[in-house]
């Protein structure tokens, strides 16, 4: 609002100005009419004064010497105060001219002759001696015959101050009256709107967070706003009868198993299940970050399976979600405690913020967790740097999310924790050695190697028993649980319950469970409207792109997900199919990823050269096999590269599950396109459908384009078909529901 005040009062100091502006231009110009003819007037009554004095001059000139001349002539400049009294003969010479004359008088000069062939007054303003003067040249006779002329200057420099004088006066007129102007408008905008929208917006608020009905209506509404609150609020009341309706349908839905999971019904499961009890949730990547943008403070929300995953859990139970506060703004919204309300438009939980230094993020995050732990858990083979100075910060920063959370649940019974990933292995003994009461959840998202490749981390009992401090430890899959009951048998003394799949150790049972995240989609109704032919050739062109056939892959630049094998199959495939070259093209989305990481960045050098070489060898009039992205792209901007692919290859050489595959399937509401995907990748143990290749066979990839790329739109149809009911009916908002019912059953 304060953006349409402003442009009100520029509108308004705009026109005042104008009117300003042309009032006093017919002011100046009248004024300097009146001025003018008033010196004129004066200026021609002295004028015949000194024709007086001077024409006897020329009546008897034999009787005038120069000297006498040149006297008289500075006699009556002292007497009327003039600038200036210049005489001249008939002949255009220099008769005599006052003292105080020292410029040139060439325009003068030319001024008395006109006067002399003209035989009348001529007259002119000009800047003389750096002065605005007003020169009147008078022909001077003798028995009606021109015998010379004289010239008189006088000061016109009144003129000029009288204008400025009027101008300065108007201005500050203008400024007076904009300033009152502007303070009226600022109390009108104050109190006739801004005050009544904030107490409609906050009124408006409070209905929505259930703190009041929207029958009721503010009773002291302005007048100028009664029609729109009245019609505002019937809205309200069919929105809330719309969501009362929509409660309990999903309160309908929690006692059907085939109904599809939505964020609705996660609510009312986490309300039924917690029964209001608040839940914690632990991550490094915090759900809302906030930025300055060119001085204005913004927030966003990263990208994240996670956040879409815990965002209803959170609001239905108005918890506390703890994370490493990473914007650059992070700090100036955050309260002493560190904490900040969110979602920031409408409050339901606290977001608790944990400040690292740069030696804590660089060796806990930068080192530890991802030059050490990453590549150790991802067969890719990368090999995992594990320094002593890494490990430390790794330890302290679980130590300080520990003494954290400890703090927050100090008075809670029975708290409810639950952990994400590989970089907090430690918080759960952590956590459970000062309350044993607490019921702790930890899921680990990226793969568990097996046993023999666990075995090469140095700290690898002390990551194994911190992570047995949980009673829930959760996987992507079923074979990432076998490795790591296999892990422990190896390396720690406990007991292993294969029937239950749990492990005991120091009287603690941990329960190891698959639960393979999804993405949040629970029907048609998700994926956004088809896009047709003609916006498909739109979008391509606007990319450069003008083949029939489209290829898409969409990762991170990491190691782990086959992009560079994924580039030679496409060179494989066009070698061994040349009738698409020119007619096929492969657009890899590749935004930068933890480049402070050598081995990253090595990495995106090598693509950005493959991509090079590749296209340097089939590229020709403009066409290019392969389309190299660099930057990120929202959920929103990738749904049209989704939407006009062919085929999109999800081909990394390890992964947990990889949502990407996920999201392509999603968009596809046509029920057209082809998944091919690699056997290495934890969604090829659900994702039956799709095409499932080994990554590292280079040749049999390229052969798989192919068979996706003739594949029968019958054929794709129905195997779409069953890879979207797939997804619907194991959608993250059940991969939530049944992650927490697993936690909480083990206190029943």
């Known amino acids: 609002m304060i953006k349409q005040l402003l442009a009100a009062v520029f509108g308004v100091a705009l026109v005042v100005a104008l009117i300003v502006a042309v009032f006093t231009l017919n002011q100046v110009r009248d004024e300097r009419e009146d001025l003018t003819v008033d010196l004129e007037y004066r200026s021609a009554l002295l004028a015949e004064r000194l024709h007086v004095g001077l024409a006897p001059s020329f009546v008897t000139p034999t009787s005038t010497t120069p000297e006498v001349l040149q006297a008289l002539v500075e006699n009556l400049s002292q007497q009327e105060r003039l600038e200036g009294l210049v005489v001249y003969d008939n002949k255009d010479n220099l008769l005599a001219k006052s003292s105080t004359l020292t410029d040139n008088l060439e325009a003068q000069s030319e001024l008395a002759r006109t006067a002399m062939d003209k035989d009348q007054a001529a007259s002119a303003f000009l800047r003389f001696q750096e002065k605005q003067t007003y020169v009147l040249a008078l022909p001077i006779r003798q028995n009606a015959r021109v015998v010379g002329a004289m010239v008189i200057l006088r000061n016109a420099e009144h003129i000029e101050a009288k204008l400025d004088m009027i101008w300065r006066d108007n201005i500050f007129r203008l400024l007076l009256q904009v300033l009152i102007f502007s303070a009226a408008i600022g109390l009108i905008f104050w109190f006739v709107f801004y005050k009544p929208v904030v107490n409609l917006a906050e009124s408006v608020r409070q209905v929505r967070a259930g703190k009041r009905t929207p029958e009721q209506q503010p009773e002291k509404t302005p007048f100028l706003f009664r029609p729109l609150i009245a019609e505002f609020y019937k809205i309200m009341r069919s929105l809330s009868q719309a969501r009362f309706s929509a409660q309990e349908e999903a309160r309908l839905r929690l006692e059907k198993i085939d109904t599809p999971w939505t964020a609705e019904r996660l609510r009312e499961f986490v309300k039924d299940l917690l029964k209001g009890r608040e839940i914690?949730?632990?991550?490094?990547?915090?759900?809302?970050?906030?930025?300055?943008?060119?001085?204005?403070?913004?927030?966003?929300?990263?990208?994240?399976?996670?956040?879409?995953?815990?965002?209803?859990?959170?609001?239905?139970?108005?918890?506390?979600?703890?994370?490493?506060?990473?914007?650059?703004?992070?700090?100036?919204?955050?309260?002493?405690?560190?904490?900040?309300?969110?979602?920031?438009?409408?409050?339901?939980?606290?977001?608790?913020?944990?400040?690292?230094?740069?030696?804590?993020?660089?060796?806990?995050?930068?080192?530890?967790?991802?030059?050490?732990l990453w590549p150790l858990c991802h067969l890719a083979h990368t090999r995992p740097t594990f320094r002593k100075e890494d490990w430390e910060q790794y330890r302290k920063v679980n130590g300080k999310f520990a003494a954290s959370i400890l703090a927050e649940i100090k008075q809670i019974e029975n708290p409810l924790i639950l952990i994400h990933d590989y970089h907090f292995a430690l918080l759960p003994r952590l956590i459970k050695n000062s309350r044993p009461d607490a019921q702790?959840?930890?899921?680990?998202?990226?793969?568990?190697?097996?046993?023999?490749a666990f075995s090469i981390c140095p700290q690898r009992k002390d990551l194994l028993d911190g992570l047995l401090g949980a009673d829930i430890i959760g996987f992507q899959t079923q074979a990432h649980c076998n490795n790591f009951i296999d892990t422990v048998s190896k390396e720690l003394e406990s007991l292993i319950d294969l029937e239950q799949f749990s492990i005991t150790r120091e009287g603690h049972k941990s329960y190891i469970k698959p639960f393979p995240i999804s993405i949040?989609?629970?029907?048609?109704?998700?994926?956004?409207?088809?896009?047709?032919?003609?916006?498909?050739?739109?979008?391509?062109?606007?990319?450069?792109?003008?083949?029939?056939?489209?290829?898409?892959?969409?990762?991170?630049?990491?190691?782990?997900?086959?992009?560079?094998?994924?580039?030679?199959?496409?060179?494989?495939?066009l070698e061994n199919n040349p009738k698409y070259i020119k007619n096929f093209t492969f657009i890899q989305i590749a935004p930068p990823s933890r480049d402070q990481i050598p081995r990253?960045?090595?990495?995106?050098?090598?693509?950005?050269?493959?991509?090079?070489?590749?296209?340097?060898?089939?590229?020709?009039?403009?066409?290019?096999?392969i389309v190299l992205l660099n930057r990120h792209h929202t959920h929103e901007e990738l749904k049209i590269f989704y939407s006009v692919a062919n085929v999109c290859l999800v081909t990394s050489l390890h992964d947990g599950m990889n949502l990407v595959a996920k999201e392509f399937i999603s968009t596809r509401s046509d029920e057209q396109g082809v998944l091919i995907l690699s056997q290495f990748a934890g969604a090829s143990r659900e994702l039956k459908?799709?095409?499932?290749?080994?990554?590292?066979?280079?040749?049999?990839?390229?052969?798989?384009?192919?068979?996706?790329?003739?594949?029968?739109?019958?054929?794709?149809?129905?195997?779409?078909?069953?890879?979207?009911?797939?997804?619907?009916?194991?959608?993250?908002?059940r991969w939530s529901a049944e992650l927490l019912k697993a936690i909480v059953s083990l206190g029943s």
Do not use: C
Not at 334 to 360: F, G, H, M, S
Not at 530 to 555: C, H, K, N
Not at 600 to 625: C, D, L, M, T, Y
Not at 715 to 732: G, S
């Open 280 to 372: 914690f949730v632990v991550s490094n990547r915090e759900p809302y970050i906030h930025t300055r943008d060119g001085g204005a403070l913004r927030y966003f929300v990263p990208a994240s399976g996670l956040v879409t995953a815990m965002q209803p859990v959170m609001d239905a139970t108005g918890g506390m979600w703890i994370a490493h506060g990473s914007g650059d703004a992070d700090r100036e919204v955050a309260d002493k405690q560190d904490k900040v309300a969110v979602p920031p438009d409408e409050p339901k939980y606290t977001l608790k913020r944990i400040w690292l230094t740069e030696e804590e993020e660089n060796g806990y995050y930068y080192g530890y967790a991802n030059e050490g």
């Open 440 to 452: 702790i959840g930890i899921f680990w998202h990226i793969p568990w190697p097996n046993a023999e």
């Open 520 to 573: 949040a989609f629970a029907g048609t109704e998700d994926a956004g409207e088809e896009i047709s032919p003609a916006e498909r050739r739109q979008f391509l062109s606007s990319l450069g792109i003008e083949s029939q056939y489209i290829g898409l892959g969409v990762d991170r630049l990491d190691y782990i997900k086959g992009i560079g094998e994924r580039l030679r199959a496409v060179e494989e495939f």
């Open 600 to 625: 990253f960045r090595e990495f995106g050098e090598e693509i950005k050269s493959e991509v090079e070489r590749i296209n340097k060898k089939f590229g020709a009039n403009g066409w290019r096999p």
């Open 689 to 733: 459908e799709a095409l499932i290749v080994n990554p590292y066979h280079v040749e049999a990839v390229g052969d798989m384009i192919k068979t996706a790329l003739t594949m029968n739109p019958s054929e794709q149809k129905k195997r779409m078909k069953r890879l979207r009911n797939q997804i619907k009916t194991n959608n993250v908002y």
